[in-house]
């Protein structure tokens, strides 16, 4: 059973930066998207973006295009999020997520494999 699990999650200042972390563990990944969601309080989740097996694709939602960068490093397992020009409204809790379906990865409805989520706070 794969496990993802998030680090690289706190409190930063707007306009600042952080880089999210997700490691996979208990099983291999081969041709999955791995994505990014995340949680507001009080709101629904929302996708961030997610990255092809490959890294030659990627997509983002349009409220963090340019601001936000995800990458891949297979030999470790692992996926980024490297977040710049932070914004109050980015506060969330921020889930890593594995599918091997395109569609399924963007609406987040029947991901194979979710994370259980790091908090990232951004003050003003």
């Known amino acids: 059973q794969v496990q993802l699990v998030e680090s690289g999650g706190g409190l930063v200042q707007a306009g600042g930066s952080l880089r999210l972390s997700c490691a996979a563990s208990g099983g291999t990944l081969s041709s999955y998207y791995m994505g990014w969601f995340r949680q507001a309080p009080g709101k629904e989740r929302e996708f961030v973006g997610t990255?092809?097996?490959?890294?030659?694709?990627?997509y983002y939602a349009d409220s963090v295009k340019g601001r936000f960068t995800i990458s891949r490093d297979n030999a470790k397992n692992t996926v980024y999020l490297q977040m710049s020009s932070l914004k109050t409204e980015d506060t969330a809790v921020y889930y890593c997520?594995?599918?091997?379906?395109?569609?399924?990865?963007?609406?987040?409805?029947?991901?194979?494999?979710w994370g259980k989520g790091t908090l990232v706070t951004v003050s003003s």
């Open positions: 990255i092809s097996w490959s890294s030659s694709n990627t």
């Open positions: 997520a594995a599918d091997p379906n395109i569609g399924t990865i963007r609406s987040g409805y029947g991901v194979d494999y």
